[in-house]
């Protein structure tokens, strides 16, 4: 599996941006999916994620209510709708594919990573 994440971008507090995930590969339906961020200086967290079936997701909760994960199988792609972004959610923005878990699982310990894309947040 590759993936290519994409969205990221400047935006002033409050704002909003999507990150898009591409997907290759015909297994991509059965794996759990996710978004970590990375800030300067500090771990990357994980900040949501989907079950391959996307009928459960989880998020952090710096994140929960504001951000939104979603994924369509039929295009290979995970999403990432964010939303009164704060300051503090400044970071390289990573999506992570997770062969291993299962299919309804939202735990996710990937073993595929896209590259990051970086998403700014200031005035």
């Known amino acids: 599996v590759q993936l290519q994440a994409s969205g990221g971008g400047l935006v002033q507090p409050g704002g909003s941006l999507r990150l898009s995930c591409a997907a290759s590969g015909r297994t991509f339906s059965r794996y759990p999916m996710g978004w970590f961020r990375q800030a300067p200086g500090q771990e990357r967290e994980v900040v949501a994620s989907i079950s391959a079936s996307a009928g459960s997701a989880y998020y952090a909760d710096s994140v929960k209510g504001r951000f939104t994960v979603s994924r369509d199988n039929s295009k290979n792609m995970v999403y990432l709708q964010m939303n009164s972004l704060k300051p503090e959610d400044t970071a390289v923005y990573y999506c992570?594919?997770?062969?291993?878990?299962?299919?309804?699982?939202?735990?996710?310990?990937?073993?595929?990573w896209g590259q990051g894309t970086l998403v700014t947040v200031s005035s």
């Open positions: 992570a594919a997770d062969s291993s878990s299962g299919y309804y699982s939202t735990n996710l310990k990937p073993d595929y």
